[in-house]
């Protein structure tokens, strides 16, 4: 099969790879079109994403839609032919996180297309790849390729909103407005959070996020960004989702967020610690939480947008054909013109 290898920062070869091996319990997937997210952006533009160092090349992409191609013996839950997509991390399903209900939290967690294990785990920048069966989540028919292809970037924000509790009504600030900050902003709005605001530094992006239905949108760099806050937010914002993974903007959102409210951190802030303002954490009593990934909200996130809550239509920009993917990264990697940038894998058209 070919895949796209990464072997070094910014250096990603199309190349002919062995085909996964099909264990028990799994299933063969044949890839029709894969997301590039910012943690594949990460690996590309570094070699590697924060403390995760790949020690071999290995495959990127945990974002996709695809058709099954083979089952393991013994198999009964997913049949060949079926479109899915799936949920890209692998818990152990016994360890007491994964029997509570919270399986991104699971210690044993395998990640595809990622170095968070040695040697890292290949992923879906490939014509196959396998998963395990109960990672598999069927497609409606008439959810498109690339639709199906950003259900896990969505997932992603659907946990986000749920660790902030109930939205309803709640004012709510998104820093960051790449495709996560965007997702989680719509998600909120489908949710009843009002007013939903955005901030970004990029100019580009504050736009899109009007366009997507944002209630504002705000430059954290301009001279008067106060004074817009408290018109908005009087007091501060109920919630504020850290989306940036910007040091700034997280010193910020404690300054932002309103006594007794909630800060989310999705972002990735890199490897050093960041210094936090613990006394303003103590005396506001301000709930600052962490969101990692996704339980299991994929069937959710799926049937929230067949029934079209949410059109995520927007965010994608681009799709380049499989050759050419080392040319979606780059192009991902522009936070001026890209949201996000998917590759078509199969020669065959995308539905
Ligand atoms: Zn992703
Ligand atoms: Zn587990």
Redesign the pocket.
Known sequence: MNAAVLHAAKTITVEARSVPELKPGMVLLRVRRA?I????LHYFEHGHCAAFVPTRPFILG??FTADVAAVADGVESVKVGARVTAN?ARSCGFCGYCKAGRPNLCRNIIMLGSASTTPPTDGAFAELVAVRADQCHALPPDMDDGLGAMM??FA?ALHAVKRAGAVSGKRVLVAGGGP?GLLVAMTARTFGAAPVVLSDIVASRRETALRIGADGALDPSARNWAEQVREIAGDGFDIVFEASGARPALRQAFDLVRPGGTIVQIGTLGTEDVPLPANLLMNREIHYIGSM?YGDVFDEAIRLVAAQRIDLRPLLTAVLPFADAGEAMRQAGDKNQALKVQIQISKEESK
Do not use: Y
């Open positions: 997301g997210c910012g943690s594949d945990h974002e890209p896990e970037p992603v996560i990934r």
